[in-house]
């Protein structure tokens, strides 16, 4: 791993974001080396995509990381980002909640934690079938049921989504400024704004105009650590 180029990538990718936009370095497959390398620039906030590899990580880097979990979260591996004991790097905002399922699995891992876990829920918003995700209406349905009631250890922070996979950046703005406008509505009308606050959009390719759609959270990872290297 080279230092100096992670260092200059880094540097050009944090001059890009605005500062009420928080970055979240993505991680996975990356090293606990290359973490640290990163860490030691002074990043703090990284985002995990599988459940194990999260868990692995964690006890060996500092206990000041601030860990998302950004990956596809099935109810059977709750149990590895929520652990009994979970320590001081608990997991500190799960990005991509898309069904009352994992919902009761969360509140349920949260309760015999002690602790109240804050979560995003997942919009399906590209034209993929295999994106996952909540309808709008779904998201209008689930709000208004009132979830502190259903789920007293999980608090919904706001929402999260992915475009398509496609070179028409029309279509990438469309969705992104369409989840703009569901999360703009939601707090107006029905959600408290001092609660309801986060909007996590856009990756390497597409931040840039999902923070002019209103993004608060963006998720890098290729333009930081550089081209994944599989084996």
Known sequence: MELDALAKRYAQVKASIPSHVKLVAVSKTRTVEEIQALYDLGHRAF???????LRDKQPLLPAD????????????????????????????LIHGVD????LDELDKRAASCGLVQVVLLQVHIGQEETKHGLLPDEVWELLRSGPLLRWP??????????????DDAEQVRREFHGLGELFRKLRSSDQDPAVFTELSMGMSGDAAVAISEGSTLVRIGTAIFGERVYE
């Not at 709750?78 to 004991?85: A, C, E, G, Q």
């Not at 069904?99 to 994992?102: D, Y």
């Open 47 to 53: 985002g995990e995509n599988y459940p194990q590899e």
């Open 99 to 102: 069904s009352t399922k994992l």
């Open 153 to 166: 250890n999980v608090r919904v922070r706001g929402l999260m989504g992915m475009a398509s996979n496609t």
């Open 65 to 92: 990381i601030e860990w998302h979990f950004i990956g596809h979260l099935q109810s059977n591996k709750v149990k590895y980002i929520l652990p009994k004991d979970p320590g001081p790097a608990s997991t500190h």
